[in-house]
Structures are given as C-alpha cells and as structure tokens.
C-alpha cells in the first residue's frame, strides 16, 4: 500500500522529483544521479537543480554529451552493487541507448539466473506540447513496455511524482521512469519526507458509473477536465490513472469496467502499436463480458509532433476530444 506521511507540502511535480530523489540519497549512499548538466544546471529540464550543494560532485554526476556513455556506464555501476539514476534530457534519445538499456539492462538478471541485479533509474522526459517539435517531444512508453526485463513509470501528479521516484529507486530491476514536460510545473500537494507509491498499482482519480477513461501522464489532466464537461451532460466518467506502465494494474482496469461497463482509452501516444491497443487486447480477452460497447481508443495521430503551434496543438488529445469519443460511444 502507498506510505502515508504525516505533514504536506505544496510542489511542483519537478520539485516533487528532486526532493524524492534527495529523501533517497540521504538514506543511501550508494545512490547517485548522472546525466548532462546535471549538477550546477539542474539538467536538461532543471529538475535536480540544488542536489549539487548539497550531495556534490561525487554523488551528482555531470557526464559528456553522449546518452550511450551515460546509460551504459549506469549498468556497469548498477551490476557492480551501485544504484544509479540516470538522466537523458529526451526519451527521443531512448532510440540511441536501446543496446545498453534493452539489450544489457533489461536481460543482465535473466541470463545470469538472477545472481546480478541492475538496480538503476533511467529518467527522461516526455511528451509534446512546448513546442519543441518531432525529435524531442514523443511519448515512447510502449518501445520500453515491449521489452522483458525493463519497468516503466509515467506518473501524472507531483505526489505520485515523489512517491513513485522512490519505488523505482528501491526496486532491483531497471526502471524507466518519464517525467512530462508539460506537467514539471503543475503543482500540488505533496507528503513531506519518505513517501512510497508501489509500482504496479493504479489510482482511480475520479469515481464514475458510466464509462471508463483508462489514461496516464499528461492525459490524466485532460481526462479530469473531459470528465467534467462529460458530468455537464449527465455522463458519470470514471478516471484510471495506470501510474505505472510496467508492471500493469490490470485488476484496477477489469474493476472499473466490471462497474461502467465502457472503456476509453486515452494516450498522447500515436495510435498505431501504442500502449492503448494492449489495454484493450486484455480487456477483450480478459473482461468481454463485462463490456456493453466497443473499447474506443483517443490518441495522437500515426505522424510526428509538428512544431506549428497551431498543428501540435490539434496533433495533441484533449479534453474536447475524449469527450466527443465518450458521448460518441453512449
């Protein structure tokens, strides 16, 4: 179960991030943060901006422009009794680490028969909306939930943010971890000091009777704010937010459907290959009895993020959509 803290905070969700990440550096030596920039700038997005003063050099590692040194240095470390978290500014660049993380990080425990863990973090951020156009603004959770071997986080809230930062951190498995872009600066109440959010467990964000919004990261908030144009119609929308990718809380969204009866999947993803259609293969397989209409799934369409303001903004799902899609399938 999620730890409960006794006093809160209000953070951003990049705030969140770092100060998990420091709560976790106290407590264990053996953990240390590299990546480009990482120390006197915060790195490519300012998230551990203030670890340096207080872990240093040693402990907060600035490394070369190259994410295969970075990533593959970490799985080294990892294997040698480290654990390392290590940051890539763009999870574009998981196209340029894909040996050292799927093919090393991800299969190291299974072919030694698990005598050698790889305890370590990959974070990266995700996601359009900054206007930084086709090569650093994908969302590519599904590259990472297709290999054996490799668990993938994309929380939607800053509380979740720290809380799930420290079940990838304890975990002996190698985690990627996806920080949205869009969401870094959202603030929200966040428990103060150790706080722990299992992975693999999903939260319901918003009771419903109606359908089910199956959804994670950004699209959490566009899913809230679709739910409430949807009650202005007399349609109860239940949101799913997964928290974590790998492992699935699959129980969470047969237990939701088993009660509305609908599902709509929403990701920023492409549509084509992306997460959705495995939720909706499990649901098919899993929990067809309990549907009443087809899984209808709201995504980003199969091309790049376009850098026009005006086109990405249209490229993107939102809460206007996902409520044509919901009212559609009523």
């Not at 040698?80 to 196209?95: K, N, Q, T």
């Not at 709509?264 to 495995?278: K, L, M, N, P, Q």
Request: hydrophobic fraction near 45%; glycine fraction near 10%.
């Amino acid at each position: 179960m999620t730890t409960q803290a006794t006093s809160m905070k209000t953070m951003t969700y990049g705030q969140a991030i770092c100060d998990g990440l420091a709560v976790e550096m106290r407590r264990d030596p053996d953990i240390y943060v590299a990546g480009e920039d990482v120390g006197m700038f915060g790195g490519g997005l300012g998230v551990t901006l203030g670890l340096l003063d207080e872990f240093g050099p040693r402990r907060i590692r600035d490394t070369p422009l190259s994410e295969t040194a970075i990533v593959g240095h970490a799985v080294g470390a990892a294997a040698a009794g480290l654990r390392p978290v290590a940051e890539i500014m763009f999870d574009d660049f998981l196209a340029i680490v894909l040996d050292e993380l799927g093919n090393q990080a991800a299969k190291a425990r299974y072919m030694f028969g698990g005598k050698v863990k790889i305890p370590m973090v990959l974070r990266a951020s995700c996601g359009a909306g900054i206007r930084a156009a086709a090569q650093h603004s994908q969302s590519l959770e599904a590259w990472c939930a297709h290999v054996p071997g490799l668990k993938t986080v994309a929380p939607s809230t800053p509380a979740d943010a720290k809380g799930l930062i420290i079940a990838a951190i304890r975990d002996d498995n190698p985690v990627v971890f996806l920080e949205h872009k869009i969401l870094l600066g959202v603030t929200g109440e966040v428990p103060e000091g150790e706080y722990l959010v299992p992975l693999g467990t999903a939260d319901i964000k918003r009771e419903g009777g109606d359908v089910t919004l199956v959804t994670w990261s950004a699209m959490v908030q566009q899913s809230l704010r679709a739910a409430e144009l949807l009650a202005e119609e007399g349609v109860s929308a239940e949101v799913v937010d997964l928290r974590t990718i790998v492992p699935l809380d699959t129980e969470a969204i047969l237990g939701s459907v088993a009660k509305t009866h609908r599902l709509v999947i929403v990701h920023e993803a492409v549509r084509t290959s992306g997460f959705g259609a495995e939720i909706a293969a499990i649901v098919a397989d899993e929990g067809f009895d309990l549907l009443d209409a087809p899984i209808k799934r709201v995504t980003a369409p199969d091309t790049p993020v376009p850098f026009s303001p005006m086109l990405e903004d249209a490229y993107l799902p939102s809460a206007d959509t996902i409520k044509a899609a919901v009212l559609a399938l009523m």
